[in-house]
């Protein structure tokens, strides 16, 4: 069964602090990973990667994708307390799970003043 | 805003009543896509559709069906709820079939559901 696992699973840290957030993932036919935030209700679209060792960028946040080791990473610098939320990582996966996304668990990322 | 509309916003009802939670797509996607959301079981999918065929199935109970309509919108109808079925219910929305083309799925504001 396609697997997303994301760590940590929260991290507290302070404003202008750098973040690192974690996705591995367990497949048999990769399509792409999706990152996404949460806040108050519905996920909302960050990056979608497709090709290893390139970056994706949108200001203060970036994501790279590693295939052959099968991760991600979402980096956000200079961190602001708007930046709370959750995080999730999602896979788009072929075979049995094609047509959906997987996602992991989330890392809650609280943003302190 | 995504521009994917759910419906209603929050709903309260009792255990053993059934309730149709529906979802209109972003303008021009032909797939649906719904969505649970619990506190301790994360964001699962329930169920897919495309162009008002059911092409994948996830972890959707029996009491629970759906449908997409020739005007795209479509529906999520839970039966015999229970306490457990108290949840965040999302629909999202994509041009064609994620996982085939990589593309992107844009939530809805999602529907909260509270059973009594």
């Known amino acids: 069964e396609d697997k997303v696992v994301q760590s940590p699973l929260s991290l507290v840290v302070h404003e202008g602090d750098t973040v690192t957030l974690n996705c591995s993932y367990e497949?048999?036919?990769?399509?792409?990973l999706l990152w996404y935030k949460q806040e108050k209700k519905a996920p909302t679209f960050l990056f979608m990667l497709?090709?290893?060792?390139i970056e994706k960028k949108s200001g203060r946040l970036s994501s790279i994708l590693d295939k052959k080791e099968l991760f991600s990473i979402l980096n956000i610098t200079a961190t602001q307390t708007g930046d709370s939320a959750i995080y999730l990582c999602?896979?788009?996966?072929?075979?049995?799970?094609?047509?959906?996304?997987?996602f992991g668990q989330g890392t809650i990322l609280t943003v302190h003043p | 805003d995504s521009g994917v509309t759910q419906t209603p916003k929050h709903l309260i009802t009792a255990t053993g009543q059934r309730v149709t939670l529906r979802c209109s797509p972003r303008?021009?996607?032909?797939?649906v896509y719904w969505y649970q959301q619990s506190l301790d079981q994360g964001l699962q999918f329930l169920i897919h559709?495309?162009?008002?065929?059911?092409?994948a199935k996830g972890n959707i109970l029996e009491r629970f069906s759906a449908q997409q309509f020739p005007d795209l919108h479509s529906e999520l109808n839970l039966s015999s709820l229970e306490l457990g079925d108290s949840a965040l219910y999302f629909c999202?929305?994509?041009?064609?079939?994620?996982?085939?083309?990589?593309?992107?799925?844009?939530f809805g504001p999602g529907t909260r559901l509270l059973v009594l």
């Open positions: 999202a929305s994509s041009v064609g079939v994620l996982g085939g083309t990589g593309e992107t799925q844009y």
């Open positions: 497949v048999t036919n990769f399509r792409s």
């Open positions: 497709t090709s290893s060792g």
């Open positions: 999602a896979g788009a996966f072929g075979g049995t799970s094609y047509g959906k996304l997987t």
């Open positions: 303008s021009g996607d032909l797939s």
């Open positions: 559709y495309y162009n008002g065929e059911e092409r």
